[in-house]
């Protein structure tokens, strides 16, 4: 039996997954361009590790020699992936038919039998790291250069894209990293380079090739995918939807979500007596979520450890992080803060304090509704209350800071490296080293307060440390805290990740997802993934509507002008007729233009109306220059009400929305609701116009970046 149906044998890879391990090898080992890397794409936490150890096992079955693993460059990550891949092929290294090592750990010179085994040699993206490859290839043991060789980069748009003009002149220049990959991938004759992450956007805004960006010898290699082989999802995986699908409150997911005060996470950023008065611990506004966060936290523990008890299954431990800030100092007075926090609760058990039982009542109404929502067994509310105060005067709350490798190595399990829960309920603070990669088991609660001008959509979805593989009854007791400004730009992350997804699923992989760029240079395009800034990137699917929302009008003054403008603009026959009619593009883009002044953010997160007219463009070029549009009056929508619905939903009527959904579209469509507006239903002016783009349905998934790079 060959490496790959030994290894589905003892994981028991499903169907899927083997046919996505198949599919990634044949193209991989088929390429007419090795040059070309492929592209393996999963979501956050959905057991990409697993599947690219099938594909190098399924490797070794053709012919491959050795597969060298790129991780994230933190030990801790490693030192994880070492564990994983001896643990997955244990039989084959016990057979002396793998060979596996950490590179800085390599056991050189390798002797002759070494040689003849497979090999898998994992390394950090870090420069010593990629320099021992190097020496191991051109001075320790040249023949392995004839081998075939599989290149896997894991995280594969962290560290492996960065582009930069060299100082005083036109050209550009890789990172360190970059360009000791590109070496390596030059010196070595039959080498197949797979990519592998979830968040890819840096590597689709790749040129196809870097000619002129270069001067003399330096050839940069290609960096954008050649093909996309899509992760199956499995059953158990959370991901995006559930925390941003916009699910009703018969479902337990629409409870996952509460708000945190922004002036909450600045409290929390630096250590500030006024901010966090210690006499105040029980009142103070600036704590007034973690407060709760922390007691629910430990409800949510206590109701599913007594479901389990109750149903014959071994009680769990559980976690909790807390990733506000990235510096050390704000992480230390997080920590002490919490740490006065369960002091204070401490001391309410012993006294029997009623402002915890307050606090209790109102995690227990909150919890209560998702439990009941899932149809789960919910305690009565005074044994979940003692279950509670035991949890806390037994100490169960285990608090600690993660800041490094140095912090993270004690807390790891010494079998799978991932961390180990002590007590049976876990709080972690820390930073980015809480991100990529690192696996934290049973996951109930996620305070999130990372904030950033410009957020980054890959960093910011990386930390999503609460996708995973969740019990469904886990989910219906799990809460994640955050600001409205930072939900709010997660929901446009979880748009921009479904329609990268969505477009693969649904065939158009064979011509690739369109990604354009608002201001994109001739020549390279310096990418890097920290230029892939969310509140430069908008995704629309086909037969999708974008629209702004959390906005207001002008005042009355410029308001009626503004509209009288647009409204010249539009024919009359497209007006409450449910019919459309055609403009020319350069109309639609000045009526745009006209509507835009008329209403002004009234939300972080803001809208981007570039991105609009850009789309709009590309769609209208794709349709030989049509635009479809069509108003409806006398709508009375209230701003209350208007903050955080869909497109679909502010469209309103059934008819409207078939119309707009009519399957036959070819063109984009502009549809334009006119509000009556006013004070009584909270807008400063009115009427005012709504715009929508809606694109047409056999359209192409399109992602817009409005700036690539400065």
Same mark, same amino acid.
């Given at each position: 039996?060959?490496?790959?149906?030994?290894?589905?044998?003892?994981?028991?890879?499903?169907?899927?997954?083997?046919?996505?391990?198949?599919?990634?090898?044949?193209?991989?080992?088929?390429?007419?361009?090795?040059?070309?890397?492929?592209?393996?794409?999963?979501?956050?936490?959905?057991?990409?590790?697993?599947?690219?150890?099938?594909?190098?096992?399924?490797?070794?079955?053709?012919?491959?020699?050795?597969?060298?693993?790129? *991780?994230?460059? /933190?030990?801790?990550?490693?030192? +994880?992936?070492?564990?994983?891949?001896?643990?997955?092929?244990?039989?084959?290294?016990?057979?002396?038919?793998?060979?596996?090592?950490?590179?800085? +750990?390599?056991?050189?010179?390798?002797?002759?039998?070494?040689?003849?085994?497979?090999?898998?040699?994992?390394?950090?993206?870090?420069?010593?790291?990629?320099?021992?490859?190097?020496?191991?290839?051109?001075?320790?043991?040249?023949?392995?250069?004839?081998?075939?060789?599989?290149?896997?980069?894991?995280?594969?748009?962290?560290?492996?894209? !960065?582009?930069?003009?060299?100082?005083?002149?036109?050209?550009?220049?890789?990172?360190?990293?970059?360009?000791?990959?590109?070496?390596?991938?030059?010196?070595?004759?039959?080498?197949?380079?797979?990519?592998?992450?979830?968040?890819?956007?840096?590597?689709?805004?790749?040129?196809?090739?870097?000619?002129?960006?270069?001067?003399?010898?330096?050839?940069?290699?290609?960096?954008?995918?050649?093909?996309?082989?899509?992760?199956?999802?499995?059953?158990?995986?959370?991901?995006?939807?559930?925390?941003?699908?916009?699910?009703?409150?018969?479902?337990? !997911?629409?409870?996952?979500?509460?708000?945190?005060?922004?002036?909450?996470?600045?409290?929390?950023?630096?250590?500030?007596?006024?901010?966090?008065?210690?006499?105040?611990?029980?009142?103070?506004?600036?704590?007034?979520?973690?407060?709760?966060?922390?007691?629910?936290?430990?409800?949510?523990?206590?109701?599913?450890?007594?479901?389990?008890?109750?149903?014959?299954?071994?009680?769990?431990?559980?976690?909790?992080?807390?990733?506000?800030?990235?510096?050390?100092?704000?992480?230390?007075?997080?920590?002490?803060?919490?740490?006065?926090?369960?002091?204070?609760?401490?001391?309410?058990?012993?006294?029997?304090?009623?402002?915890?039982?307050?606090?209790?009542?109102?995690? #227990?109404?909150?919890?209560?509704?998702?439990?009941?929502?899932?149809?789960?067994?919910?305690?009565?509310?005074?044994?979940?209350?003692?279950?509670?105060?035991?949890?806390?005067?037994?100490?169960?709350?285990?608090?600690?800071?993660?800041?490094?490798?140095?912090?993270?190595?004690?807390?790891?399990?010494?079998?799978?490296?991932?961390?180990?829960?002590?007590?049976?309920?876990?709080?972690?603070?820390?930073?980015?080293?809480?991100?990529?990669?690192?696996?934290?088991?049973?996951?109930?609660?996620?305070?999130?307060?990372?904030?950033?001008?410009?957020?980054?959509?890959?960093?910011?979805? +990386?930390? =999503?440390?609460?996708?995973?593989?969740?019990?469904?009854?886990?989910?219906?007791?799990?809460?994640?805290? *955050?600001?409205?400004?930072? #939900?709010?730009?997660?929901?446009?992350?979880?748009?921009?990740?479904?329609?990268?997804?969505?477009?693969?699923?649904?065939?158009?992989?064979?011509?690739?997802?369109?990604?354009?760029?608002?201001?994109?240079?001739?020549?390279?395009?310096?990418?890097?993934?920290?230029?892939?800034?969310?509140?430069?990137?908008?995704?629309?699917?086909?037969?999708?509507?974008?629209?702004?929302?959390?906005?207001?009008?002008?005042?009355?003054?410029?308001? !009626?002008?503004?509209?009288?403008?647009?409204?010249?603009?539009?024919?009359?026959?497209?007006?409450?007729?449910?019919?459309?009619?055609?403009?020319?593009?350069? /109309?639609?883009?000045?009526?745009?233009?006209?509507?835009?002044? =008329?209403?002004?953010?009234?939300?972080?997160?803001?809208?981007?109306?570039?991105?609009?007219?850009?789309?709009?463009?590309? #769609?209208?070029?794709?349709?030989?220059?049509?635009?479809?549009?069509?108003?409806?009056?006398?709508?009375?929508?209230?701003?209350?009400? =208007?903050?955080?619905?869909?497109?679909? =939903?502010?469209?309103?009527?059934?008819?409207?929305?078939?119309?707009?959904?009519?399957?036959?579209? +070819?063109?984009?469509?502009?549809?334009?609701?006119?509000?009556?507006?006013?004070?009584?239903?909270?807008?400063?002016?009115?009427?005012?116009?709504?715009?929508?783009?809606?694109?047409?349905?056999?359209?192409?998934?399109?992602?817009?970046?409005?700036?690539?790079?400065?």
């Amino acid at each position: 039996m060959g490496f790959y149906s030994r290894l589905l044998t003892q994981r028991g890879d499903d169907e899927q997954l083997q046919k996505c391990v198949e599919n990634v090898v044949d193209q991989l080992a088929n390429a007419d361009d090795l040059e070309k890397p492929g592209m393996l794409l999963g979501k956050i936490q959905s057991g990409k590790t697993r599947a690219f150890l099938g594909v190098i096992a399924r490797a070794f079955d053709k012919d491959y020699d050795v597969a060298i693993v790129l *991780t994230k460059g /933190t030990r801790t990550l490693a030192n +994880q992936t070492v564990k994983r891949i001896g643990r997955d092929f244990k039989d084959f290294i016990d057979g002396d038919e793998v060979i596996l090592f950490d590179i800085m +750990q390599a056991p050189l010179p390798l002797t002759k039998s070494e040689l003849k085994r497979k090999i898998v040699i994992v390394a950090k993206k870090q420069a010593n790291n990629l320099a021992k490859i190097h020496d191991l290839f051109d001075a320790g043991h040249p023949s392995l250069k004839e081998r075939r060789v599989l290149l896997v980069d894991d995280e594969a748009d962290m560290a492996s894209v !960065r582009f930069a003009k060299k100082k005083g002149q036109s050209v550009y220049d890789q990172g360190t990293i970059a360009n000791q990959m590109d070496s390596l991938r030059a010196s070595i004759k039959r080498i197949s380079f797979l990519q592998v992450t979830a968040t890819p956007y840096a590597l689709y805004l790749q040129p196809d090739n870097y000619e002129g960006a270069t001067e003399g010898k330096e050839v940069f290699y290609p960096k954008r995918p050649s093909f996309t082989e899509l992760l199956p999802i499995h059953d158990a995986y959370v991901g995006g939807d559930a925390y941003f699908g916009g699910h009703g409150p018969d479902d337990p !997911r629409h409870y996952l979500y509460v708000e945190v005060d922004q002036r909450e996470h600045d409290a929390l950023r630096s250590k500030d007596g006024r901010a966090i008065r210690e006499d105040r611990l029980w009142t103070s506004e600036n704590i007034k979520t973690l407060r709760l966060s922390i007691i629910t936290f430990l409800l949510s523990v206590a109701v599913r450890r007594r479901q389990q008890r109750e149903m014959g299954l071994p009680s769990h431990k559980y976690a909790m992080i807390m990733h506000n800030d990235t510096q050390r100092e704000a992480h230390d007075w997080q920590w002490e803060t919490v740490k006065k926090l369960l002091k204070a609760f401490e001391t309410a058990v012993e006294k029997n304090d009623p402002r915890l039982r307050a606090l209790f009542e109102d995690a #227990y109404a909150d919890i209560s509704k998702s439990v009941t929502a899932d149809r789960g067994h919910l305690p009565k509310v005074g044994q979940a209350f003692k279950d509670v105060c035991e949890l806390i005067s037994d100490e169960e709350l285990n608090v600690q800071r993660v800041n490094s490798d140095a912090q993270l190595d004690p807390l790891l399990d010494p079998e799978t490296a991932e961390l180990r829960l002590r007590t049976k309920a876990n709080l972690f603070i820390g930073g980015n080293i809480l991100d990529r990669g690192i696996t934290i088991p049973n996951l109930l609660a996620f305070y999130y307060g990372r904030n950033p001008k410009r957020m980054q959509a890959d960093t910011v979805l +990386q930390h =999503s440390r609460m996708y995973g593989a969740r019990p469904k009854a886990d989910l219906a007791v799990t809460r994640f805290y *955050t600001s409205l400004d930072v #939900y709010s730009r997660l929901v446009k992350i979880h748009g921009l990740e479904t329609a990268l997804r969505d477009a693969f699923e649904n065939g158009s992989h064979d011509q690739g997802v369109v990604f354009i760029q608002n201001d994109a240079k001739k020549g390279i395009i310096p990418c890097a993934p920290s230029k892939v800034s969310l509140s430069n990137v908008v995704a629309v699917k086909p037969n999708d509507i974008l629209t702004p929302t959390g906005f207001d009008t002008v005042a009355n003054t410029h308001l !009626r002008k503004a509209v009288r403008d647009a409204e010249q603009m539009i024919p009359a026959d497209c007006i409450d007729t449910k019919k459309f009619s055609e403009i020319e593009v350069s /109309t639609a883009m000045t009526l745009l233009d006209r509507i835009a002044e =008329s209403l002004v953010d009234d939300s972080d997160a803001g809208f981007d109306w570039a991105a609009m007219k850009g789309l709009l463009q590309y #769609y209208a070029k794709k349709s030989d220059g049509r635009v479809l549009v069509l108003v409806e009056t006398g709508r009375q929508l209230s701003k209350g009400l =208007s903050g955080d619905r869909s497109g679909l =939903s502010i469209l309103g009527t059934a008819e409207l929305r078939s119309l707009v959904k009519e399957p036959s579209r +070819q063109a984009p469509a502009i549809v334009i609701l006119k509000q009556e507006g006013g004070v009584g239903l909270g807008w400063r002016g009115g009427p005012f116009l709504w715009p929508m783009l809606a694109s047409p349905p056999q359209a192409k998934s399109c992602v817009f970046a409005t700036k690539v790079a400065a």
